[in-house]
């Protein structure tokens, strides 16, 4: 079934508690340093997903990423991610460090929607709307764990295409090609920041789907392959000292360097009333790309 094709009826799943929004200021785009965020709940993001599904006409795919303080330190530094972020159609914010500038520089963040949380709520939607999902990342045999995860959670979920996220450029042709051939609804890509926004944008061109995801570390945490923080230092807003914990390695600078500047910087506009972070209306349930 195509994406535009509607049944279902809703969410029937008994989800964790989600964050209060009254009295913030939800439903603009923010620009934190240039890097779009849309800062809207839960429910909203889901209600521009389900619409991007209901069209269609002749169009790219849509695109949903998410952004964190990592992606804003990304982004200072490589001009070709920020293009990619400023083209997609939806950016989410995630992690207690967008909330930070967003309180204290006079736009509160809605709720945090990382992809990790956010995603599952999507797929939910998928298997009641009866999308097709292609997965796109990981090492060899993750995509293939996430499914058996995927349908023993969701049963009916249409997974029809899977491939590892290590291939070489000269394999790109024919992944998009099995792609096309394929035509899902829904484009799960989990590379990693940069590499799977880049590919998202620079691709969508070529590409019969419907919608594209970032998921980021996704795969790996439905397979097993890396552990989520338990659920009260998620609620917290901890979860990123938990995954510098489990990999100290990989996460030192992002703990010691991107997060103390980062936090420097929003201190600083504050204090001296620098525009760090501007806000607009969105334009639309398209946003960006809409002709």
């Not at 965020?37 to 997903?49: E, K, M, R």
């Not at 009260?232 to 901890?238: A, P, Q």
């Not at 929003?266 to 501007?278: D, E, G």
């Amino acid at each position: 079934m195509r994406a535009h094709e509607v049944r279902g009826n809703g969410f029937s799943e008994v989800r964790e508690k989600r964050v209060a929004t009254a009295g913030r200021r939800t439903g603009e785009r923010l620009f934190i340093e240039d890097v779009p965020i849309d800062n809207i709940d839960g429910s909203t993001a889901l209600g521009y997903v389900e619409r991007y599904g209901l069209r269609v006409d002749d169009r790219e795919p849509r695109s949903v990423l998410f952004v964190n303080v990592h992606s804003l330190h990304l982004a200072r530094r490589d001009v070709d991610f920020l293009d990619s972020l400023q083209k997609a159609n939806l950016v989410l914010p995630d992690g207690s460090g967008l909330a930070l500038a967003g309180k204290l520089l006079g736009h509160p963040i809605g709720e945090n929607l990382n992809g990790t949380d956010f995603s599952p709520r999507v797929l939910e939607l998928a298997r009641d709307r009866q999308w097709s999902v292609f997965l796109l990342g990981g090492k060899a045999g993750v995509a293939e764990r996430c499914k058996e995860v995927l349908l023993a959670r969701w049963p009916g979920l249409a997974i029809v295409g899977m491939r590892h996220g290590h291939f070489s450029t000269e394999e790109e042709e024919s992944i998009i090609a099995e792609i096309n051939r394929i035509k899902p609804d829904l484009l799960f890509v989990a590379m990693g920041s940069p590499i799977q926004e880049k590919w998202i944008v620079q691709h969508a061109p070529a590409l019969s789907v419907g919608m594209c995801f970032g998921v980021g570390g996704l795969f790996d945490f439905l397979a097993g392959e890396r552990r989520r923080a338990p659920l009260w230092i998620r609620r917290v807003g901890l979860e990123w000292v938990f995954r510098f914990v489990m990999d100290p390695a990989s996460k030192w600078d992002r703990v010691l360097v991107e997060i103390p500047l980062y936090v420097l910087r929003v201190i600083a506009a504050r204090v001296l009333n620098q525009p760090m972070l501007t806000a607009a209306p969105r334009l639309s349930t398209d946003h960006q790309g809409e002709s």
